[in-house]
């Protein structure tokens, strides 16, 4: 295979992506291996390596003696088409052996518009889609990631879905599989065995059954499958692993640096926002735990920038400590210091003047509406005081570029909330105007829009989307009203936000529609290079399926959900008694100020984390 890869290497864009040999890639003898993991990413090579949790995983699997785990990104079309014309299938980077020939094919599935690359990385490796048609034991297909908190509409090519953090649960399907393979269970034996394991989910052990609207009526567990398969949690972050020798990569990928995990969850509610409800309880890293891997990431590296990484980097209690305790050892070494994911609301001098001995990167922050009533309503907790203290604190420090995102379409929306960003927008660069320490670079303020998509296990997971034509033309409106030269107006892609709330919501039928659109050339989806709605709504008709169906209509409070035989400890109770509060404006404190009950204290001890 060597040999055909030296022939094609040369006629693709960025052949270092699919060489592997990179510096920390993990090799082992086969001889003393007796469980293969190949461990795919269903994006390119430099997405997947920008992964964190890819990271952390391949670095647990590699420590489990016995195992390999090796990687495997989808080819981009220029190397897919090469390697179907030379008859080369899908390949792990560490030894260049068939991903096919491996024990588990595990795919890490953070976005619902990777579901097709996912499809493509299957039909490359040679091996049947659908999960009934590979019915030995060998390969098993598992994934794992944000996206399967709804799986449903891939149970039909998975075998088993991992829900939740897998630093201790992939080890545990690896140890049962090990067993399986010893003792040569049957495929169905070790499905039956493995739904026991808390934060496995097996589709095959569920039977769905649908009212003559489409909607579903009963979700029925078979052979002693758990009612609901819950979600797992690691409770120490103190003792989790973190990959301190992780591979460097041989090419530029979009996160190249040393990333610090400083706490998991987040204390702030807002009701839109899947991760922040998935991901609780919020567990902190200790910060002199913290330093000791920045610094040893570092000189293991060689990497000369940092960045550390949360849903709310700003929450964590030990940031002004933490910063004091890298940033000597940062400048020694020539290396900058980022903090993404600030709030508006606590962005301060004392932290302004930590980012201030690096470069003066543009700054960002996430009103996400534009009018305080629409803040209120998704428990932002950001006022425009907030905003206009950061913006006066930035600017009076020397900083000239702010981003600021919103996001159109969210319930309760109307056109006076639209055109509230576009007054944001203005008043921020007046307050620069006012309190800039330095006016010959001029200002940059961009304002950026996303289109609302309601996620499972959100207050908001009953809401309709607004239609693509209302979107256009809220668009319209917000651009029309952004007058001001020193602000730039981008705005998402509709087509895709469309889709990704179809597939957000969609039930196990929508399978169909996937292989559909897969079989017409839906590939990188999460590309705008590669991505066509009409494919997609081609497929929908063949399939006698409408998207509209999944993205723009309400559900009821007693309509199943397609997820609902899984389990993120936070309660549907707590869910809808928060979209109420929505639609009166009405906003819950952060769980640093008051338990709100939503069911997450599932840490040792039986209390979520209060700072």
Same mark, same amino acid.
């Given at each position: 295979?060597?040999?055909?890869?030296?022939?094609?290497?040369?006629?693709?864009?960025?052949?270092?992506?699919?060489?592997?040999?990179?510096?920390?890639?993990?090799?082992?003898?086969?001889?003393?291996?007796?469980?293969?993991?190949?461990?795919?990413?269903?994006?390119?090579?430099?997405?997947?390596?920008?992964?964190?949790?890819?990271?952390?995983?391949?670095?647990?699997?590699?420590?489990?003696?016995?195992?390999?785990?090796?990687?495997?990104?989808?080819?981009?079309? /220029?190397?897919?088409?090469?390697?179907?014309?030379?008859?080369?299938?899908?390949?792990?980077?560490? *030894?260049?052996?068939?991903?096919?020939?491996?024990?588990?094919?595990?795919?890490?599935?953070?976005?619902?518009?990777?579901?097709?690359?996912?499809?493509?990385?299957?039909?490359?490796?040679?091996?049947?889609?659908?999960?009934? %048609?590979?019915?030995?034991?060998?390969?098993?297909?598992?994934?794992?990631?944000? &996206?399967?908190?709804?799986?449903?509409?891939?149970?039909?090519?998975? /075998?088993?879905? @991992?829900?939740?953090?897998?630093?201790?649960?992939?080890?545990?399907?690896?140890?049962?599989?090990?067993? &399986?393979?010893?003792?040569?269970?049957?495929?169905?034996?070790?499905?039956?065995?493995?739904?026991?394991?808390?934060?496995?989910?097996?589709?095959?052990?569920?039977?769905?059954?649908?009212?003559?609207?489409?909607?579903?009526?009963?979700?029925?567990?078979?052979?002693?499958?758990?009612?609901?398969?819950?979600?797992?949690?690691?409770?120490?972050?103190?003792?989790?692993?973190?990959?301190?020798? $992780?591979?460097?990569?041989?090419?530029?990928?979009?996160?190249?640096?040393?990333?610090?995990?400083?706490?998991?969850?987040?204390?702030?509610?807002?009701?839109?926002?899947?991760?922040?409800?998935?991901?609780?309880?919020?567990?902190?890293?200790?910060?002199?735990?913290?330093?000791?891997?920045?610094?040893?990431?570092?000189? /293991?590296?060689?990497?000369?920038?940092? $960045?550390?990484?949360?849903?709310?980097?700003?929450?964590?209690?030990?940031?002004?400590?933490?910063?004091?305790?890298?940033?000597?050892?940062?400048?020694?070494?020539?290396?900058?210091?980022?903090?993404?994911?600030?709030?508006?609301?606590?962005?301060?001098?004392?932290?302004?003047?930590?980012?201030?001995?690096?470069?003066?990167?543009?700054?960002?922050?996430?009103?996400?509406?534009?009018?305080?009533?629409?803040?209120?309503?998704?428990?932002?907790?950001?006022?425009?005081?907030?905003?206009?203290?950061?913006?006066?604190?930035?600017?009076?420090?020397?900083?000239?570029?702010?981003?600021?995102?919103?996001?159109?379409?969210?319930?309760?929306?109307?056109?006076?909330?639209?055109?509230?960003?576009?007054?944001?927008?203005?008043?921020?660069?007046? $307050?620069?105007?006012?309190?800039?320490?330095?006016?010959?670079?001029?200002?940059?303020?961009?304002?950026?829009?996303?289109?609302?998509?309601?996620?499972?296990?959100?207050?908001?997971?009953?809401?309709?989307?607004?239609?693509?034509?209302?979107?256009?033309?809220?668009?319209?409106?917000?651009?029309? &009203?952004?007058?001001?030269?020193?602000?730039?107006?981008?705005?998402?892609?509709?087509?895709?936000?469309?889709?990704?709330?179809?597939?957000?919501?969609?039930?196990?039928?929508?399978?169909?529609?996937?292989?559909?659109?897969?079989?017409?050339? &839906?590939? @990188?989806?999460?590309?705008?290079?590669?991505? /066509? @709605?009409?494919?997609?709504?081609?497929?929908?008709?063949?399939?006698?399926?409408?998207?509209?169906?999944?993205?723009?209509?309400?559900?009821?409070?007693?309509?199943?959900?397609?997820? *609902?035989?899984?389990?993120?400890?936070?309660?549907?109770?707590?869910?809808?008694?928060?979209?109420?509060?929505?639609? %009166?404006?009405?906003?819950?404190?952060?769980?640093?100020?008051?338990?709100?009950?939503?069911?997450?204290?599932?840490?040792?001890?039986?209390?979520?984390?209060?700072?």
């Amino acid at each position: 295979m060597y040999k055909k890869l030296e022939r094609i290497l040369p006629r693709v864009q960025k052949p270092a992506r699919y060489v592997g040999g990179e510096y920390n890639a993990v090799m082992k003898d086969k001889r003393d291996v007796d469980i293969r993991f190949a461990f795919c990413f269903p994006d390119t090579y430099e997405i997947g390596m920008s992964n964190l949790g890819f990271r952390i995983l391949y670095g647990v699997m590699n420590g489990m003696s016995g195992v390999w785990c090796e990687r495997a990104f989808a080819p981009w079309t /220029d190397m897919e088409e090469e390697m179907r014309r030379a008859d080369i299938p899908l390949y792990a980077l560490e *030894s260049g052996d068939p991903v096919r020939d491996f024990d588990i094919i595990g795919f890490s599935i953070g976005y619902e518009m990777a579901y097709t690359a996912m499809l493509n990385m299957l039909d490359l490796s040679g091996l049947p889609l659908h999960s009934e %048609q590979r019915t030995a034991l060998t390969p098993l297909v598992v994934a794992g990631g944000t &996206a399967m908190y709804n799986a449903e509409p891939v149970a039909d090519f998975i /075998d088993l879905a @991992l829900i939740g953090e897998g630093e201790e649960l992939l080890p545990e399907v690896i140890e049962l599989y090990r067993r &399986a393979k010893a003792e040569k269970w049957e495929k169905q034996r070790f499905l039956r065995a493995a739904a026991q394991i808390q934060g496995v989910y097996v589709p095959s052990l569920y039977t769905v059954s649908y009212h003559e609207d489409g909607t579903i009526s009963a979700i029925v567990p078979q052979d002693g499958a758990p009612e609901k398969a819950v979600k797992r949690v690691v409770h120490d972050m103190d003792k989790s692993y973190y990959p301190i020798k $992780t591979i460097v990569p041989s090419t530029e990928i979009v996160h190249d640096r040393v990333t610090l995990e400083v706490f998991r969850g987040c204390i702030r509610g807002c009701r839109f926002c899947q991760a922040g409800y998935v991901y609780r309880p919020v567990r902190c890293r200790s910060k002199d735990q913290l330093v000791r891997y920045g610094q040893e990431a570092i000189r /293991d590296s060689g990497y000369q920038e940092m $960045t550390l990484s949360s849903l709310s980097t700003s929450d964590y209690p030990e940031l002004v400590g933490l910063c004091d305790g890298l940033q000597e050892f940062c400048e020694q070494h020539h290396v900058n210091l980022s903090l993404p994911s600030l709030r508006a609301d606590n962005f301060s001098m004392e932290l302004m003047q930590r980012l201030q001995r690096g470069r003066k990167a543009g700054l960002t922050f996430a009103p996400e509406a534009g009018t305080q009533r629409l803040r209120d309503a998704i428990n932002k907790n950001v006022t425009e005081d907030d905003l206009t203290e950061s913006l006066k604190t930035a600017f009076s420090g020397g900083w000239s570029a702010v981003k600021l995102y919103f996001m159109l379409g969210l319930p309760t929306e109307t056109d006076e909330d639209v055109l509230g960003i576009a007054e944001m927008a203005n008043h921020a660069v007046h $307050t620069w105007r006012e309190y800039a320490s330095n006016k010959n670079r001029g200002v940059r303020i961009t304002v950026s829009t996303s289109w609302f998509v309601p996620k499972p296990f959100t207050a908001f997971q009953w809401e309709p989307q607004i239609t693509m034509e209302e979107y256009e033309r809220r668009v319209k409106l917000l651009r029309q &009203a952004i007058t001001a030269k020193a602000v730039t107006y981008n705005w998402h892609d509709g087509d895709t936000s469309f889709l990704e709330a179809v597939l957000a919501r969609g039930d196990r039928r929508l399978g169909r529609v996937l292989e559909a659109a897969f079989r017409r050339g &839906a590939k @990188l989806d999460a590309w705008s290079d590669c991505f /066509d @709605l009409r494919r997609w709504l081609d497929a929908f008709a063949a399939c006698g399926l409408d998207p509209a169906f999944y993205a723009n209509r309400a559900r009821t409070r007693d309509e199943i959900l397609p997820w *609902s035989m899984i389990s993120c400890h936070v309660s549907d109770a707590y869910l809808w008694r928060q979209r109420e509060l929505a639609y %009166q404006s009405i906003t819950t404190p952060d769980c640093r100020t008051r338990c709100s009950g939503c069911g997450a204290n599932v840490v040792e001890g039986g209390e979520c984390w209060h700072g």
